[in-house]
Nanobody
Framework: QVQFVESGGGLVQPGGSLRLSCGHR????????MGWYRQAPGKQRELVAS???????NYADSLKGRFTISRDNHENTMYLQINSLKPEDSAVYYC?????????WGQGTQVTVSS
């Protein structure tokens, strides 16, 4: 299996938090530039955060302060912590390399923010 596997999404009220997780059987996260992406209905998939092998992070301007990307090198797992969730954060969230490789897209994890 070459696709990434995402988990941790769900239905959450506005103002709530979620931590998304990403795994892969082969790709070593600490050796690559990794990214979290999201796609809302009717919109293009967008990069929300990236993490370099050296640990540098970058975020979409509109999301700075609420999103935190991180990884656990021992577990080879990447995370996206999302705080103060807003309805406009509702989307399917994916992880992939940055830039992404088409064959590696997984099913994503659905995040729905609603009261």
């Amino acid at each position: 299996q070459v696709q990434f596997v995402e988990s941790g999404g769900g239905l959450v009220q506005p103002g709530g938090s979620l931590r998304l997780s990403c795994g892969h059987r082969v790709i070593i996260f600490r050796a690559n530039v990794m990214g979290w992406y999201r796609q809302a209905p009717g919109k293009q998939r967008e990069l929300v955060a990236s993490l370099t092998s050296g640990g540098s992070t970058n975020y979409a301007d509109s999301l700075k302060g609420r999103f935190t990307i991180s990884r656990d090198n021992h577990e080879n797992t990447m995370y996206l912590q999302i705080n103060s969730l807003k309805p406009e954060d509702s989307a399917v969230y994916y992880c992939n390399l940055a830039p992404p490789r088409g064959a590696y897209w997984g099913q994503g994890t659905q995040v729905t923010v609603s009261s």
